[in-house]
């Protein structure tokens, strides 16, 4: 179709949709928090164990300790915000190395041009080819590709006509939880440790712990014997080059022909009648850079010319089917990794992907649900890591949301000694520390210093050396668990007050006009009752309290005892204060009528407002006075509708520029326009003020610099740009109930310790850093991810391995102080081809893009992306380098692990935020930028790569969720129905040959040309296929953090050109690559650092 004859469309997506049904409580599921621990431990932890206690009933507060040894760490640091005893930075770190000065990493490489890519002359073709599941190969070749067309980003097309840029650009929202928080029944530990040592300390890395993404499929055979010259290869036809084949690889002579994948066969030119056979030796337990495969070679098989004319069969272009496939790969992970649950007992075992669905069984490390990382095989030099470029970072989601079936961490009191941590480096007590001297002492595994046991905790040794009571306390047992800290853990050494909410709503003329402030207050007097709370206490513990504002601030009195609210209203903004403390935050069972009562007079009292002004600053300001005033951590709903242009503190001006796009300029639209947004940001992280955002913006905004405080409080920043109620009602409360009802750890500090040898250098995420250590989090909640990258201090070992440990100290929803602690062992290596096959793609993405998003706020865009290239390219080419086997240069050889890394990375390329399209605004690039800098694995991954699901392909009474297919027009049928969803966007597709019966079905109308185009509910129709439609849209809801609002794109329609812009394997409007060219332009990038 003709991609650029679209007028934009004059409607968002903007149908009138059927009048909101009504909002049920019910559906609020006031589900206990995920934090909180079981009820008991169970049989096994009920052991006889001084100092041990249970889990306190949920909700009970404990008494500060009157008496008793202070904790090591106090007599070192005072206490105090910036300078929690256990984060002191007084104190040693890892062991001798700390005295390695501390540095913020400037990144994996300076930015620079990437290496000018020569024109290949050379068209490319692929060679389909089966066997190995540990390289993927690519056979470049031959006439016809434009190659030239692949190369780097070409600059935007400016001024194409493409889909309103209006409230569905990023839709977001929110949903009611996808796992519902239910207790989960504690793990049977009896059975859940089968005496093996979870911390396999000394266990050597060895094939059987390696893991590919296949291991679940039939193992290869190692590739140890001659291959049979003169045998085809005799796989089954398959899709994939790398696609996993239980056929022993066999060599080709010169002349066979490939079995190749459904479609066109491939086409080879005559002149390169030959291209060895590939083998990374990756195969079974074969370890080494490169086993030399030279040998069973002999002959060096080739596969080559085609019988018959090669001539006959003029390669066009590269076949898609050919080259790695996301979809694959997932199916195959699903298959081999989906079955069986994954148990944390081995170190360096890299996990199933993230779009497999899979159980955890914590025997020692943490869950991946809690830490994933970029590989789980680290070089054990600095030099080789340098070499490989792979950035070593672990992504982290501290208090990641866990599914029932699976126990929440459990609590360990140690009473008023606190919990037992390494005197030097302070880390805390976990399996991987080594008792000895009888038990009396401890080595810590992450600095080597040697511990006395404090007498209440000594315990006798097994045969084994390991503690008899390793099994009866989860911090010698598990990767995940929490400590009741003590007051030593404490702001000002005193035990934190509950944690308050206050509701800040925008009462000026747009707010009122677009009926928000009274869906708002509508909508707040049920959700009140859902407020988050800890295990089974009756009502939550946490207050609330109420502003609205337009160029002033109303703060209002609600305390029980009065018969009406009282407002008080201070103008003066400059100087912000609280004019009442006592009545403003209040418990929502105890002033429920005078909250009700407020509740229904402000939409009437600004009913007739002409205020159009706002103010912004003052307003975070406000609340984080009012916090500061109760002595309490808290968080902030913003409810705001316009750029603050009102005489006051961040006050700001329209500074939009499109014209900016790539210039040098263009990383000012990513900047805050002023600093006082930071000062601010900072003040809020000292009280533990969260600000959550919920921005209605009719047009500039400049969400820059309005998320700032957010995004340095860990808060989240929902946009819905031209809010209407009949259209953005739903999305926007099912987003808000999320988000209030949100498990959340207050005022808390996160730090990463590693064994000596690696360290944590740099950080993304929503946070505060005030230093090169501490993450500082006012709020921290289930859906938030840090992601940390380390680096190495000196040298690792095979043996030792290398250990992270994560130290998250909050306060609860009811004010409990806790540490999280989070641990897990990885594999070193001294060969690179370890490093390769125990890569995680997704992970490696996840950092990519943090680290490219956070790049555009000081360099020009284009140089972001050519280091990205760059990048990838060396990554690639040093695994051609060391761990493929000679062959020729016209070969694209992939690691197993990393044969996605193209397709993904070219996603990241041509996201909005590094190469826009003329329809995306620059609030929408820094909205999003925002967004993908906490998201975690899995939610960067659908992101990027949106997923594609047939509606129409399968049986109907198939009720599981369809494979999806690959994010490209041509795997769109005509004839079918699909559904495209990235976590924020949801699509459904329909092709305009579409059997009749099936629009009747789904729509209720009686023909294609019926369908409303924009339209946002199916009706709700008693019919097989609209019940599954409907149910698949519910369910894949449910798996976002966000709600995804729909819109229903007609084929050859105008909004199908924003559609369009999720099929990323397609070249795209502004100029993005396709998968295939880019894939060929990442191959003459390999070539030219190979040469
Ligand atoms: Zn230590």
Not at 682 to 690: F, L, P, T
Not at 876 to 895: H, T, W
Not at 1077 to 1090: G, N, P, S, T, Y
Request: glycine fraction near 8%.
């Amino acid at each position: 179709m003709n991609i650029n004859q679209s007028a934009p469309p004059t409607l968002p997506y903007g149908q009138p949709q059927p009048a909101y049904p009504g909002y049920h409580p019910a559906s609020y599921g006031g589900q206990p928090g995920s934090t909180v621990p079981p009820a008991s431990y169970g049989p096994s932890y009920n052991g006889p164990v001084p100092g041990y206690q249970q889990t306190p009933p949920p909700g009970m507060s404990r008494a500060p300790p009157s008496s008793g040894v202070p904790p090591a760490s106090t007599a070192q640091t005072p206490g105090g915000h910036a300078t929690y005893s256990h984060f002191g930075q007084g104190d040693v770190q890892n062991g001798p190395s700390s005295t390695v000065q501390m540095q913020r990493h400037p990144g994996p490489q300076p930015f620079g041009p990437a290496p000018l890519a020569p024109v290949v002359s050379q068209p490319t073709v692929l060679q389909p080819y089966g066997p190995p599941p540990t390289s993927t190969q690519v056979t470049t070749q031959l006439a016809g590709m434009q190659i030239s067309g692949a190369a780097a980003p070409a600059p935007p097309q400016t001024g194409l006509d493409y889909g309103p840029p209006t409230s569905g650009s990023f839709p977001n929202s929110g949903l009611y939880g996808s796992y519902p928080q239910g207790q989960a029944p504690p793990l049977n530990l009896a059975q859940g440790h089968p005496g093996t040592q979870p911390s396999q300390r000394s266990a050597p890395p060895q094939a059987s712990s390696f893991t590919s993404p296949a291991s679940g499929g039939p193992r290869m055979p190692s590739m140890t014997g001659p291959l049979l010259p003169g045998q085809g290869f005799g796989g089954p036809p398959v899709s994939q080059p790398n696609h996993v084949s239980s056929t022993p690889p066999q060599a080709l002579p010169p002349g066979t022909q490939m079995t190749g994948p459904p479609g066109p066969p491939p086409s080879v030119h005559p002149s390169q009648a030959g291209y060895q056979l590939q083998q990374n030796g990756s195969f079974g337990p074969v370890r080494g850079p490169q086993p030399n495969y030279g040998s069973p070679y002999p002959g060096a098989p080739t596969f080559g010319s085609q019988p018959g004319p090669p001539q006959s069969l003029p390669p066009k272009r590269l076949d898609p089917d050919a080259i790695p496939s996301p979809i694959q790969v997932i199916e195959d992970d699903r298959n081999n990794r989906g079955s069986e649950p994954f148990v944390t007992d081995v170190r360096g075992q890299v996990p199933p992907l993230v779009t497999t669905n899979f159980l955890v069984k914590d025997q020692g490390n943490a869950s991946p649900r809690y830490i994933r990382c970029t590989s789980y095989n680290i070089p054990c030099t600095s030099d080789v890591a340098k070499q490989a470029q792979v950035p070593l970072a672990a992504v982290i989601k501290p208090l990641a949301r866990l599914p029932p079936e699976e126990a929440s961490p459990y609590v360990v009191d140690h009473g008023e000694s606190g919990p037992l941590r390494c005197n030097r480096c302070k880390a805390y007590m976990c399996p991987f520390m080594q008792f000895i001297e009888g038990g009396r002492r401890f080595q810590c595994c992450f600095c080597s210093c040697i511990n006395d046991v404090p007498p209440q905790y000594f315990q006798h040794l097994d045969h084994t050396g390991r503690r008899v009571d390793a099994y009866d306390r989860p911090e010698l047992s598990l990767g995940s668990y929490e400590f009741l800290a003590t007051v030593d853990y404490c702001k000002n050494n005193k035990f934190p007050s509950p944690p308050a909410f206050i509701f800040m709503i925008d009462v000026s003329y747009n707010a009122i006009r677009s009926g928000l402030v009274r869906l708002l207050c509508e909508e707040l007097k049920s959700l009140l009752d859902f407020l988050p709370r800890e295990g089974g206490a009756e009502e939550s513990a946490i207050r609330v309290g109420f502003v609205t504002y337009n160029k002033v601030l109303h703060f209002y009195n609600v305390k029980s005892s009065l018969a009406q609210p009282q407002m008080m209203v201070v103008s003066d903004v400059a100087d912000m204060f609280v004019p009442l403390l006592d009545g403003f935050l209040v418990n929502v069972s105890e002033s429920r009528t005078v909250i009700t009562s407020l509740l229904d007079q402000i939409p009437e009292m600004f009913a007739d407002t002409r205020e159009t002004e706002t103010v912004f600053a003052p307003v975070i300001q406000a609340g984080m006075e009012a916090l500061k005033a109760a002595e309490c951590a808290g968080k902030l709903f913003l409810f705001h509708t316009s750029l603050p242009i009102a005489e006051a503190p961040g006050k700001l001006k329209n500074r939009d520029d499109r014209k900016l796009i790539n210039t040098d300029k263009e990383k000012t639209l990513f900047q805050a326009q002023t600093g006082a947004y930071q000062t601010l940001a900072k003040e809020c992280v000292a009280q533990g003020c969260c600000v959550a955002l919920f921005l209605f913006p009719n047009q500039y905004v400049d969400v820059a610099t309005l998320s700032v405080v957010p995004q340095l409080t860990g808060g989240s920043v929902y946009k819905y740009a031209c809010f209407q109620v009949e259209n953005d009602q739903e999305r926007f409360l099912s987003d808000l109930c999320r988000d209030v009802q949100k498990v959340v750890g207050f005022d808390a500090v996160m730090r990463v310790r590693t064994s000596t040898g690696i360290r944590a250098v740099d950080f993304f995420g929503a946070f505060y850093m005030s230093n090169t250590t501490d993450v500082e989090l006012a709020g921290l909640d289930v859906d938030k991810t840090v992601t940390v990258e380390f680096k190495h201090d000196d040298r690792l070992n095979e043996e030792s391995g290398a250990l992270l440990q994560c130290a998250l100290l909050y306060t609860s929803c009811a004010g409990q102080r806790r540490l999280r602690i989070h641990n897990l062992a990885l594999n070193c290596c001294t060969q690179l081809a370890d490093l390769y096959r125990n890569c995680e793609t997704d992970t490696l993405i996840n950092y990519m893009a943090k680290f490219a998003y956070r790049g555009v706020l000081n360099s020009p865009v284009k140089t972001v992306r050519d280091t990205l290239i760059t990048q990838c390219a060396q990554i690639l080419a040093c695994y051609r380098k060391n761990c493929a086997s000679p062959s020729s240069a016209g070969q694209l050889i992939l690691p197993e692990c990393m044969k996605l890394l193209p397709v993904y990375l070219n996603c990241v390329l041509k996201s909005d935020v590094l190469q826009p399209g003329a329809e995306v605004t620059t609030d929408d690039r820094a909205y999003v930028r925002q967004l993908v800098t906490s998201m975690d694995v899995a939610e960067t991954n659908v992101f990027f790569y949106p997923r594609l699901l047939p509606l129409t392909k399968s049986p109907i009474e198939n009720t599981t969720e369809p494979p999806a297919v690959r994010a490209s027009e041509e795997r769109l049928s005509n004839g079918d129905i699909y559904l495209l969803e990235n976590g924020l966007n949801l699509f459904l597709w329909v092709g305009a040959s579409v059997q009749q019966g099936v629009v009747q079905s789904l729509f209720n109308v009686s023909s294609f040309s019926h369908i409303t185009s924009g339209l946002s509910v199916l009706p709700v129709l008693d019919n097989p296929l609209s019940k599954k439609v409907r149910g698949l849209i519910d369910s894949l809801r449910a798996q976002r953090s966000r709600y995804m609002k729909l819109i229903v794109v007609k084929q050859e329609d105008k909004l199908e050109m924003l559609f369009k812009h999720f099929l990323v394997e397609d070249k795209s409007l502004s100029g993005g690559a396709s998968y295939v060219d880019f894939l060929c332009h990442m191959h003459k990038e390999i070539r030219q650092l190979l040469s």
